[in-house]
């Protein structure tokens, strides 16, 4: 049942996010921003400091001398409708792409019937109402180009008033992005997005929370971000840099702890049945400023699970808040309830009490919904192809269930070029890549599935990626994916049940990966974001003896050699490290060479240790710092 299991923990309180915000090519998104005329050969050119394919700074023709404090800098660049100020550098230069969040305990529930949101004595799990839990650990996109879907969250260790509560979770992967999440807010603040970790109760780690068996496999952790506050913007950014400082961004977390059950395969979100909307018919105020189109937005999914008589329901990033300045309450448009529609009839479940922030805060806005007496809805659901929805009395059907639910284990993952096309580093590890398939909340077994079409786009450059692709037009669940991994580069791939026509039939998925980046396609599709990581120059004439498992560096491979060919990005995007050592200074570099060949080391993949946290040195480049590390220390006294 995973976070449809009992007991539940809920949690609220804030999170720091700390990304460095230089390669993110924000401004390179159509309709993109572009090097003045002054510029010479650049004059034109779509902006942004990242090549992302080849994992280069874009210094157009900048020494790096110059380059430095001319993206600290608000700099005049040429926009759609003529000059736009804005800060190269993008807002937080000196990110340390780290995490920290501060929550509280303010809910358990115990039953479906069973929610305390203060201690009570005949509850012992009621005990930790009130009790801190914090977290903290690091992030980074897959492909940090326009911010794909599956941002990655890695989290070092979970704190329950000051106690672990086991070892590290696995990685979560950001999925649903929400921009229709506040109707009062827009770009990033307006948007919203859903992480899944499991900690698992192995290799000696015991699951130190109160409530929760000792001997469960483990305990589900989710937890839902938005209302993104950024730091300072603008000209108050230079100061700001002038001073090596980093300009988090702060934005409220909802969570929600939950047992994870013996049988459960898929670990990075809950399973049943998915209801979506692809169409934005919900009315924001007047006056308010949000991502919606011409002021119309739509709800993000929900997933349902039937136990018996109970059904559960997990909305937490189902519906928008309204930021007023200070508070930040859901947006009441409405009564809704869930009702299912099976055997030619339509039954009401029961409303859904969404307007109640605290009281959806407290239940980690999983709400469980008893139809014993529910004569109606017990009848629809006899019928195997009854379906759920949400119904709203002025709006109609706001969200419907999918017919097919495609989750996946392999959200966010790197290939390297010209390497193997079927395993893919995920967790820390390589393994394949494929998807399970769901209908009517039942895990469909690849001889009953119908074919699946998968596609893929290429979505690098952002300012022209590519046109979605069939890789198969008869994929099945539990077949590997396999990929061309001779260019490198990031690419997204979804999954649909038709016909493999390009494009689908009814439009999805669309033909062109900028609209499948933009609300529904980004919120409701299901996606994997493969990093293709760049291998293209051959570096054996650096190596003493190449066919060497950790060669050594020779007299040809300088440090002019590797800053040139691996550190120069990492210093030029990423200067926070250079606040511990400079990666431009061979006598610096050379001091931190065994810290460096520790660091890059693949035992630390999964935590904040690891070097480089943008998780994007490839193996090659990295085999090549390592070598002349060797060589350096080869040298010591």
């Known amino acids: 049942m995973s976070l449809f299991d009992f ?5 609220k309180g804030t999170i720091l996010l700390n990304p460095g915000t230089a390669n993110n090519d924000d401004y390179a998104q159509p309709p993109f921003l572009t090097m003045p005329a002054s510029w010479g050969p650049f004059a034109g050119q779509p902006f942004g400091l990242f090549d992302s394919k080849m994992v280069q700074a874009r210094t157009y023709g900048m020494s790096d001398a110059a380059f430095v404090p001319w993206v600290q800098q608000m700099q005049t660049l040429t926009g759609p409708s003529g000059p736009s100020k804005v800060m ?42 009130g009790a801190s839990l914090t977290f903290s650990g690091g992030i980074t996109d897959v492909n940090s180009e ?26 979560g992967a950001c999925q649903w992005i929400n921009f229709y999440r506040n109707v009062n807010l827009v770009a990033d603040g307006g948007a919203g997005g859903y992480i899944y970790h499991v900690l698992l109760n192995s290799s000696g780690n015991k699951i130190n929370i109160p409530g929760i068996p000792q001997d469960v496999r483990g305990v589900v952790f989710r937890y839902y971000l938005y209302r993104t506050l950024q730091g300072v913007t603008g000209e108050a950014l230079v100061q700001k840099y002038k001073n090596g400082e980093k300009n988090p961004a702060t934005l409220e977390i909802a969570g929600t702890i939950a047992p994870l059950g013996g049988d459960e395969e898929i670990l990075t979100g809950p399973v049943g049945r998915l209801l979506t909307s ?14 919606g189109n ?3 937005i739509a709800l993000a999914p929900a997933v349902l699970q039937q136990n018996g008589n109970v059904i559960s329901a997990d909305f937490s990033g189902t519906f928008p808040d309204y930021y007023q300045g200070s508070t930040n309450p859901k947006f009441d448009f409405g009564a809704v309830s869930l009702a299912v529609t099976g055997g030619g009839a339509t039954a009401t479940i029961g409303p859904v009490p969404y307007a109640d922030t605290a009281g959806g805060d407290a239940r980690g806005w999983v709400f469980d919904f008893d139809i014993t007496s529910n004569a109606g809805a017990q009848q629809a659901l006899t019928d195997p192809n009854a379906t759920f929805s949400l119904v709203h009395p002025v709006y109609g059907t706001v969200l419907s269930e999918v017919d097919y639910y495609f989750p996946s284990n392999q959200q966010a993952i790197y290939a390297e070029q010209h390497g193997p096309g079927d395993m893919f580093l995920n967790q820390g590890t ?23 079409t998968l596609w893929q786009y290429r979505s690098t450059p952002i300012q022209s990626p590519g046109n979605a692709v069939v890789l198969s037009a008869n994929f099945k669940p539990g077949q590997r994916i396999v990929v061309d991994t001779s260019q490198p580069g990031n690419c997204v791939f979804t999954f649909t049940i038709n016909s493999g026509t390009n494009p689908a039939p009814g439009g999805y998925p669309p033909q062109n990966y900028g609209t499948f980046g933009f609300p529904p396609w980004v919120t409701n599709a ?43 990005t990492y210093y030029l995007l990423y200067p926070i490290m ?32 690891y070097m480089p946290r943008t998780r994007d040195m490839s193996a090659s480049r990295k085999r090549l710092l390592q070598a002349w590390c060797r060589k350096v220390i080869a040298k010591k006294p």
């Open 430 to 452: 390589e393994e394949p890549a494929t998807v399970s398939v769901y209908h009517r909340g039942n895990l469909v077994p690849a001889s009953a599935c119908p074919p699946i």
């Open 88 to 129: 190269p550098s993008e807002w937080n230069y000196y990110g340390d792409m780290t995490s920290a969040a501060t929550t509280q305990i303010i809910g358990v529930q115990t039953a479906p019937d069973q929610s305390y949101t203060a201690p009570d004595a005949a509850v012992s799990l009621s005990s930790l109402i």
């Open 294 to 296: 011409n002021g119309l």
């Open 526 to 568: 299901p996606v994997i974001s493969l990093r293709i990581l760049p291998n293209d120059e051959d570096f054996s004439r650096y190596y003493v003896d190449p066919s060497l498992e950790e060669p050594v560096g020779n007299d040809a491979l300088t440090f002019d050699v590797v800053y040139t060919k691996v550190l120069r």
């Open 278 to 291: 692809n169409t934005a018919t919900i009315w924001t105020p007047p006056g308010t400023n949000n991502n």
């Open 7 to 11: 007991p539940r923990i809920n949690f």
């Open 146 to 171: 326009g911010s794909p879907p599956s941002t990655q969250f890695f989290i070092n260790g979970v704190q329950l008033n000051g106690n672990a509560v086991g070892g590290a979770p696995s990685k």
């Open 578 to 609: 250079n606040q511990r050592f400079a990666l431009n200074s061979e006598e610096a570099v050379a001091d931190n060479a065994d810290a460096i060949l520790d660091r890059t080391d693949m035992s630390y993949w999964m935590t904040t240790m």
